[in-house]
């Protein structure tokens, strides 16, 4: 079993930053490849960012490539979603999630485990 708990939300002016974190709690936490996922209001649910359990894969959507960065801790448990140069569409509920057995590779499906969600709002 593993819990997610996410934390780092809140409100931003556009153009500015945020980093996201993820704690899990758990065992064998370099296992787990964590995704952080974002879902805006009326929109459906998008995989923003993944990072394979030894953190030596990551992945990011078209929308937010040079503009965020995920990294992970597993000494303490933690993933990071580091949020530069934030702009009104990226305001949304913003979840981790994690996926067993993923150690070298990172999804966007198949998440076996899911956090709360953090709200982030871009907004001047």
């Known amino acids: 079993q593993l819990r997610l708990v996410e934390s780092g939300g809140g409100l931003v002016q556009p153009g500015g930053s945020l980093t996201l974190s993820c704690a899990a709690s758990?065992?064998?936490?370099?296992?787990?490849?964590i995704g952080w996922f974002r879902q805006a209001p009326g929109k459906e649910r998008e995989g923003v960012s993944c990072?394979?359990?030894?953190?030596?894969?990551?992945n990011y959507a078209d929308s937010v490539k040079a503009r965020f960065t995920i990294s992970r801790d597993n000494a303490k448990n933690t993933v990071y979603l580091q949020m530069n140069g934030l702009k009104p569409e990226d305001t949304a509920v913003y979840y981790c999630?994690?996926?067993?057995?993923?150690?070298?590779?990172?999804?966007?499906?198949?998440?076996?485990?899911w956090g709360k969600g953090t709200l982030v709002t871009v907004s001047s």
């Open positions: 999630a994690a996926r067993y057995r993923s150690k070298w590779s990172c999804y966007y499906d198949g998440m076996d485990y």
């Open positions: 758990g065992l064998t936490f370099d296992y787990y490849a």
């Open positions: 990072i394979s359990g030894s953190g030596g894969s990551t």
